[in-house]
């Protein structure tokens, strides 16, 4: 089972920017798709972000796509989310998680980080 663990989220103006952080424990880094959803208060989990293990492929969620970017560091078995233009509606808890193949659905994803609040206020 990997270990998981989210940071970097804070208070945000709109337009701001954050960004986020998961670090991974565990050798097989690499050989996991990375991915990031959230969850606002009241309504679903929702995909944000996906990238392979390589890190080469990447697919966003259309509410995110241009401002949002997934990136990868193998060697520091590290996923970042770089949140710019930040709006209201992003305020959300992100979490990120791992699976075995590249996919936009939360059933895919069997490991979990415990997730990170951002606000973003007007």
């Known amino acids: 089972q990997v270990q998981l663990v989210e940071s970097g989220g804070g208070l945000v103006q709109a337009g701001g920017s954050l960004r986020l952080s998961c670090a991974a424990s565990g050798r097989t880094f690499s050989s996991y798709a990375m991915g990031w959803f959230r969850q606002a208060p009241g309504k679903e989990r929702e995909f944000v972000a996906v990238?392979?293990?390589?890190?080469?492929?990447?697919w966003y969620g259309d509410s995110v796509k241009g401002r949002f970017t997934i990136s990868r560091d193998n060697a520091k078995n590290t996923v970042y989310l770089q949140m710019n233009s930040l709006k209201r509606e992003d305020t959300a808890v992100y979490y990120c998680?791992?699976?075995?193949?590249?996919?936009?659905?939360?059933?895919?994803?069997?490991?979990w980080g415990q997730g990170t609040q951002v606000t973003v206020s007007s």
């Open positions: 990238i392979s293990g390589g890190g080469g492929r990447t």
């Open positions: 998680a791992t699976a075995f193949y590249i996919s936009t659905m939360a059933d895919a994803f069997g490991s």
